[in-house]
C-alpha cells in the first residue's frame, strides 16, 4: 500500500475524523473507501459521456417523444 499525505481544510478533516469515529472505522479507511466510490463514479460517468459524444457523432439522438416520456417519468417519481 502507497502512503499519502493530504493538507484538508480543518472543517473536513474534522468531519472526516467524525465519521470514521461513528462509523467504528479509521480515517485513513473511510477516505480510501470515499475515494475509491468518487474514483468509480468518476470513470463510470466519464464512460457514460464519450458514448454519449460517440452517439451524438453519429447522429442518434433522443426524439422528442422519448424526451418527453423521460421527463415524465422522473418527475412523477420525484413527486412523492
Known amino acids: 500500500m502507497t502512503e499519502v499525505s493530504l493538507n484538508l481544510p480543518e472543517d473536513l478533516s474534522n468531519a472526516l475524523a467524525d465519521l470514521a469515529r461513528m462509523n467504528g472505522e479509521s480515517v485513513s479507511h473511510l477516505a480510501t473507501d470515499v475515494l475509491r466510490d468518487y474514483i468509480e ?4 460517468l466519464t464512460a457514460q459521456i464519450e458514448l454519449a459524444v460517440e452517439e451524438a457523432d453519429q447522429g442518434k439522438f433522443a426524439s422528442d417523444d422519448q424526451v418527453a416520456a423521460m421527463r415524465a417519468r422522473r418527475w412523477s417519481r420525484n413527486a412523492g
Not at 463514479?41 to 463510470?44: A, Q
Request: zero cysteines; proline letters at 0%; charged letters at 50%.
Open 41 to 44: 463514479h468518476e470513470r463510470t
